[in-house]
């Protein structure tokens, strides 16, 4: 299978913007290579004395230095500590991605996997994503997230349940087992009475029926006040049309194994940006870059560490391929979310063919998808 891989756009603050690989020798390329391959296998700095082990003693150490001293200043590697050896930069791994990387191949165990994860057995899309991100957070040991296609099924049940003053929570629920919950500012002193009208008026109009079906026509009601609904009531239910439709990017973001970012922490720091990507991860603007990204690929995307396009400061990448309907409409993505020492070669390859699957599944008679 051929990786379907988007270059790389955003390099690291401190990189050179016009620098690429083919301006370095072909001695610094090799050795650049097992630095970066060292750095992903143990996550520690990478010394001179390892690399020239690893080329079997061809070079000494003192070359070896040389070299990483000018990848250093060319913006590609750098000393966390004085006395420590080197790691690749942001900006260095993005270049290794983008021009040394080669991209391994799926073992068959991993292709049976997938497979069996992503076959339609019945199910329905929303378990189908479930399981196939939690595969992928197996497989990978990073954590796996999905965006799901935005709700245009058939709903079971529409309510509104009183929070506080002032609040609501308005919970929507597809026949095929999708649940969307958004809190909605409603009047202040706003009475049980009104949200029991409001529930029971959407659930007579829309169950059976997709929002998109059904939201003109209940617009239309309200504003000819044709609605048999007292004015309390009519505000509930286009604040809450308002707010399950106003998205143009909506969906859900699923997002499994969280606990595989921790385990590389070591210090405080390291906690704190994981505690910021889960923040991130929360956000709806998360949701709609997401979707933003997929729309752009043709296949993978690559983001990596500090200056990737989705969270910002945490120190994460995030590998992501879009997944397509029956009529080649991305209508999702995929992919997995870890440090940015990942295996890239190894990833890469499971999120674009984990994608291709879910995309062959959803065209499929299947999967129930309302």
Known sequence: MTSRIQPIRALGPAARPDLGVGELSQRSREIFRHIVDAYVESGEPVGSRTISRRL????????????????????????????????????????????????????????RTIDGQTAPDGRSLPDLLEQATAMLSGLSHCAGLVVAPKTERPLKHIEFVHLGPGRALAVLVTQDGLVENRILDVPMGLPASSLIEASNYLAAKLVGRSLQEARSEVIAEIESQRAELDRLAQQVVAAGLASWSGDSKGGALIIRGRANLLDDVTELADLERVRMLFQALETKESLARLLEAADRAEGVQIFIGAQNDLFAMTGCSVVIAPYRDSEERIVGAIGVIGPTRINYARIIPMVDYTAQMIGRVIGSAGTRLG
Do not use: K
Request: hydrophobic share 45%.
């Open 56 to 111: 079997g003693m061809r070079l000494s150490p003192a070359t070896i230095r040389n070299i990483m001293a000018d990848l250093e200043a060319a913006g590609l590697l750098y000393a966390p500590h004085p006395s420590a050896g080197r790691m690749p930069t942001d900006a260095g791994l993005s270049m290794f991605v983008n021009g040394l990387l080669e991209v391994g191949r799926l073992t068959e165990d991993e292709r």
